[in-house]
């Protein structure tokens, strides 16, 4: 049993982070949350980030925090050892080089940091497998494998996927506590050959806000002509089913509007304008691009009507185990769900009366959004219950409740 977390603690996160134009993005693993909740319950905080690949930068940046403020900043050393191969191969996809820098990283700054760690958080196996190295120096009291993404079925080449699966195995049988987003993770992974009897304790860590982002405005002020798709635009995620199913709901809603925010990849936005195009749409389809501020992109959702989430049901997609952020985004901002059966996130908020189920298929989820549009006693009741069900759900509440679990606060 670890000991409990105090003030003249220390810990380590490990984590990534999409850079552009020289800034850290909102697209990383909960940064800014960690930051924020461990700030004020730990002497020394220090943060490895290491740029996702397709970033305007390549190499890991290690940040210093000492009572909840930033003291000092670097890039690490090791990074540059391996910098023409990251260059080289900075596309946005899993690459060997960056999983082989975040490991070199971790090692680098635990070694010589001249520090001893009560915590280490890793976010995802590379970073989770160098802090049990770490912990085997003595270097690190405790580790967590903190696990955004998993699909036992992730890659389509047979050996690097079961690379991957070997280290997903290894990391929740060699850390201390398992840290999933989705409670769909942990059963998939024992299917996928985890033996639970020597699994660490895995604990439910959802996704969360920050209160003042859990805000909705007076149903007289929304605009009911807009649905909204927010998030990463590939086709997992059903930004084209959107717009194949508008053409239905105009025929019930006429003056019906799809609004698009979010999208990190240039090719992706352009898959979808063209498609807008080709269905003659252009005056009812609206892209907002990706929006850095976050803050931001909650005001703009808040005016919306209803929220989409029409993921595909395809056999790689990580939506089958994943939580949803966007899902939450649009409960926090009072808007009623429609969703497929993909997300367990949907499912679980959608037998909370929250969000509305439909087939990955133009027709029916045409349908059920047209059910919300034009339902207005259909439309109040789940409304009511998106607000209900995302009214605690802050990070202060998640990680003290999986820190409680630990026997750590």
């Not at 023409?84 to 975040?102: A, E, H, W, Y």
């Not at 996927?161 to 280290?167: A, K, P, T, V």
């Not at 997992?236 to 025929?251: C, H, R, S, V």
């Amino acid at each position: 049993m670890p000991r409990l977390l105090t003030k003249k603690s220390k810990i380590l996160i490990a984590d990534f982070s999409v850079w552009d134009r020289g800034k850290r993005t909102s697209i990383n693993g909960n940064i800014e949350a960690l930051l924020r909740f461990f700030a004020s319950r730990a002497s020394r905080v220090d943060l490895i980030d290491g740029p996702h690949p397709g970033s305007d930068r390549v190499c890991s940046r290690i940040e210093i925090y000492q009572n909840g403020k930033l003291k000092k900043f670097f890039l690490a050393k090791s990074s540059f050892l391996l910098y023409p191969l990251l260059k080289l191969t900075n596309v946005p996809k899993t690459q060997i080089s960056f999983k082989i820098r975040d490991l070199l990283v971790v090692l680098e700054w635990g070694i010589f940091s001249g520090q001893r760690y009560k915590l280490f958080i890793g976010l995802e196996s590379i970073y989770t497998l160098a802090g049990i190295i770490l912990r085997g120096l003595g270097i690190v009291e405790t580790v967590i494998y903190y696990v955004s993404d998993y699909c036992p079925n992730r890659y389509p080449q047979k050996w690097f996927n079961d690379l991957y699966l070997w280290l997903d195995r290894f990391c929740a049988m060699h850390a201390d506590f398992i840290w999933d987003v989705s409670k769909a993770m942990h059963p998939a992974r024992i299917k996928a050959g985890l033996d639970p009897k020597k699994s660490a304790p895995e604990i439910h860590v959802p996704n969360a806000l920050f209160p003042h982002q859990i805000a909705y405005l007076p149903l007289k002020s929304l605009n009911n002509k807009i649905i909204l798709f927010s998030g990463s635009l590939g086709i997992e995620n059903g930004p084209d089913l959107a717009i194949k199913a508008l053409p239905i709901i105009k025929k019930a809603v006429p003056d019906v509007e799809l609004h698009f925010t979010g999208g990190n990849i240039p090719s992706d936005e352009e898959r979808l304008k063209k498609l807008t195009k080709r269905m003659g749409l252009g005056k009812s389809v609206f892209f907002h691009g990706f929006i850095h501020d976050v803050d931001e992109f909650l005001r703009l959702t808040r005016g919306s009507y209803i929220g989409l989430a029409p993921y595909i049901n395809l056999p790689t997609s990580l939506r089958r185990y994943a939580d949803s952020v966007k899902i939450r985004a649009y409960l926090a901002s009072g808007l009623p769900v429609v969703t497929t059966q993909v997300p367990p996130l949907g499912r679980e908020i959608a037998r909370k009366g929250a969000a509305l189920i439909a087939k990955d298929n133009p027709k029916d989820f045409a349908k059920t959004v047209i059910k919300l549009l034009t339902d207005k006693k259909l439309y109040i009741k789940t409304r009511r219950a998106a607000i209900k069900y995302i009214k605690n759900n802050t990070w202060e509440n998640t990680f003290t409740n999986a820190l409680k679990q630990m026997g750590m606060l």
